[in-house]
């Protein structure tokens, strides 16, 4: 059973923003932390981004700070990834995953897994 269900992908022009939204089915999400992964074709999951399960912490990669903001609302059991200024080389499928409580990059250490969404950018 998929708990995680993303929204939110789709194709924008250089430079233009897109929020995508990560649904939680469970009742106990506020006990996960939450992270937003990408995948290029023929490669694995990187981590874009996380934020734990109370949102007093978060972490971006080096690529994307500045212009990626992760949130919570943990009353809609919702993870938000609000993605602006984007660059074609952001093109990739986004998921959200889930592990307890903190934060890791490794997306080996995520054992709850959206099926994705696209975001393509072109120049």
């Known amino acids: 059973e998929v708990h995680l269900v993303e929204s939110g992908g789709g194709s924008v022009q250089a430079g233009e923003s897109l929020r995508l939204s990560c649904k939680d089915s469970?009742?106990?999400?506020?006990?996960?932390?939450l992270g937003w992964f990408r995948q290029y074709p023929g490669k694995l999951p990187e981590g874009v981004s996380c934020?734990?399960?109370?949102?007093?912490?978060?972490d971006y990669e080096d690529s994307v700070k500045g212009r990626f903001t992760i949130s919570r609302d943990n009353a809609e059991n919702t993870v938000y990834l609000d993605m602006n200024t984007l660059k074609p080389e952001d093109t990739a499928k986004y998921y959200c995953?889930?592990?307890?409580?903190?934060?890791?990059?490794?997306?080996?250490?995520?054992?709850?897994w959206g099926q994705g969404t696209q975001v393509t950018v072109f120049p």
């Open positions: 995953a889930a592990r307890p409580i903190s934060c890791s990059p490794s997306p080996n250490e995520y054992n709850e």
């Open positions: 469970r009742l106990t999400f506020n006990l996960y932390a």
């Open positions: 934020i734990d399960r109370d949102g007093i912490s978060t």
